[in-house]
């Protein structure tokens, strides 16, 4: 009945189509000035949106503790006095029916009488509200972001202006049937019970509603939409191509830093080994001179190609050689190439 009320008074005061009606007499203190509403996305069945109210107001999502000192202008914009007659026939029948919720049985016509008195206009300044707001940021740890975050169909909106009346008021309805010489003919002799219904409401009672929306951005900056042409939402951190080839090739220069590390790490041990082993005197290093060690060849003599050293030619950098010792057995090979100098010699001494 409310609902059906302030949908009429919507319709006729118009404003370019920013007015929302308030749904529900019990959350119409919930569409104050600066207050905050998600706005959801119904299927393409129904263009309209749905609006529902929130418990918290725009200073409340927002890092700091500062308040928001906008100023709220107030002023009267009409004396709305209403009497309609809405047919019961026709694809919006059923959506009256539930909002009106009386009896309509044998009924064609329902006539709504509304008794708004003067309606008071109350709205943020918005010059002053975008100055207060320029360097603030959201706050992404309180729950009602995190909520609307994770679905891509709700859009935080800051009310900006409400419609009030200023006096206690009353809704009547009455569902009838149309007749010929008056406007409707009241079913007095049967008076089915249910076919009334009469409540009165306080004043300062908000009956409409305009709203901005807010984009959110990553960095938790924010902007209000101000006009209709302009969407809001959260940004999303959207792959491009670039993107994916910018972090690709730093995927790349990380594996190569990491590969050139480790091949620095091994060439500094080789770097202490071999100097080791040029330190010492020849008579402590050259373990092919002392009786009773293994001898060094050239693997080319006994068709053996020339390969990697098995002590310095291992991994990425590939030092060959054509020496190597047929006392020595690795997996399963029955010798090993070494380079003459000193990779025979520090080999072997590890060996022992």
């Known amino acids: 009945m409310f609902a059906a009320a302030t949908k009429s008074f919507v319709k006729q005061v118009g404003d370019g189509g920013r007015l929302v009606p308030v749904p529900s007499l019990s ?23 749905k609006f529902t109210s929130t418990p918290f107001t725009l200073k409340d999502i927002l890092l700091g503790d500062r308040d928001i000192s906008a100023g709220i202008s107030s002023y ?11 047919s019961l026939y026709g694809r919006r029948s059923n959506h009256i029916v539930n909002d ?21 206009k109350h709205e943020v300044e918005v010059s002053t509200l975008l100055k207060e707001i320029t360097a603030r940021k959201i706050n992404f740890d309180h729950s009602l972001i995190r909520q609307s975050r994770s679905s891509r169909k709700a859009v935080l909106c800051v009310v900006m202006e409400s419609i009030r009346t200023t006096r206690q008021c009353s809704l009547s309805v009455h569902a009838g049937i149309r007749g010929e010489a008056m406007r409707f003919h009241f079913m007095d002799e049967q008076n089915p019970k249910g076919r009334e219904k009469a409540i009165v409401f306080p004043a300062h009672t908000t009956i409409a509603f305009s709203v901005f929306e807010l984009f959110i951005y990553l960095d938790g900056a924010f902007d209000l939409c101000v006009t209709s042409v302009s969407k809001g939402g959260f940004e999303r951190e959207e792959m491009t191509t670039f993107a994916m080839f910018y972090r690709l090739r730093n995927m790349l220069f990380e594996r190569n830093r990491r590969v050139m590390d480790a091949i620095s790490r091994s060439q500094l041990y080789l770097d202490d080994l071999f100097s080791d082993y040029y330190d010492k005197p020849l008579s402590m290093t050259d373990i092919s001179l002392k009786e009773g060690t293994h001898i060094r060849v050239n693997l080319l003599n006994h068709n053996i190609p020339k390969g990697p050293c098995i002590l310095c030619g291992m991994g990425n950098l590939k030092r060959e050689t054509v020496y190597g010792c047929f006392q020595c057995s690795v997996d399963g090979v029955k010798y090993v190439r070494l380079h003459a100098v000193p990779c025979f010699d520090i080999w072997h001494k590890r060996m022992k």
Not at 42 to 49: G, I, K, V, Y
Not at 77 to 85: I, R
Not at 100 to 118: E, H, L, M, R
């Open 27 to 49: 959350e119409a203190d919930k569409y104050q000035p600066l207050s905050l509403v998600v706005k959801k996305k119904r299927c393409f069945l129904f263009p309209r949106h």
């Open 76 to 86: 009267q914009l009409l004396n709305y006095e209403d009497e309609s007659d809405v």
């Open 100 to 120: 009106v919720g009386i009896n309509v049985t044998g009924s064609d016509s329902i006539a709504v009488k509304a008794s708004f008195g003067v309606v008071t």
